[in-house]
């Protein structure tokens, strides 16, 4: 399942968020702060194509700002949420499943930010494979207003009790800013990329 990328192929952070903005206005400034970051780095970005919440916050904010956004969506959310239009690219999946392995695919790394029950879905995923041994991409999470405390609490908390193989720190990198996070997956995926060129 390791998905090893193609010399020349653009880096590509993958963007877990929320299909609301939350009550912190913080979280959106963060969300426009971190679509513009990605732009100016020149780093492609993929999420979940919707166009609300601080899914369509960031993927503007990257748009405005010259990135490349693609966005994955399934016809049921699309009918929902409205998926955004104005991306570089658009998948229309007919599942989850398929949505959330395309955006896998598609990534270097990823990047949580607040969100709900499909992010938290999104990123727990993330972890069940990493622990699996099925990849070795980085995960950041955007913590600069803690929002992300409890859920390291209890990843913590599940490897004090033997239900996880390492703390929760040990598989997500709590992130205290926007450029920390980015910064983290740049360097983390380059050195992945280097070991397993050395396997």
């Known amino acids: 399942m390791q998905h090893t990328k193609r010399i020349g192929e653009p880096f590509t952070i993958c963007i877990y968020c929320g299909s609301k903005t939350g009550n912190n206005p913080v979280d959106a400034a963060s969300a426009e702060q971190l679509g513009a970051l990605l732009a100016r780095r020149d780093i ?98 955007l913590n600069n207003t803690h929002y992300w405390d409890p859920l390291m609490q209890m990843l913590n908390n599940m490897h004090a009790q033997g239900f ?19 910064d983290y997956i740049v360097e983390a995926a380059g050195r992945n990329s280097v070991s397993r060129a050395e396997a």
């Not at 999420?47 to 969506?73: D, E, Q």
Request: aromatic share 6%; hydrophobic share 45%.
């Open 164 to 182: 996880l193989n390492a703390s929760g720190r040990d598989y997500f990198r709590l992130a205290p800013s926007v450029e920390a996070a980015v």
């Open 44 to 141: 492609r970005m993929v999420y979940g194509g919707g166009s609300i919440g601080l899914m369509g916050i960031t993927a503007r904010a990257a748009m405005r700002a010259g990135g490349h956004v693609s966005g994955i969506i399934t016809t049921h959310i699309d009918k929902l949420e409205a998926g955004l239009r104005e991306l570089s690219i658009r998948h229309e999946e007919a599942s989850m499943h398929a949505r959330k392995m395309r955006m896998f695919e598609m990534s270097d790394g990823f990047i949580a930010l607040p969100g709900g029950s499909g992010t938290l879905d999104e990123i727990a995923e993330i972890l069940s494979w990493q622990q699996l041994g099925l990849h070795q991409k980085p995960c950041a999470l």
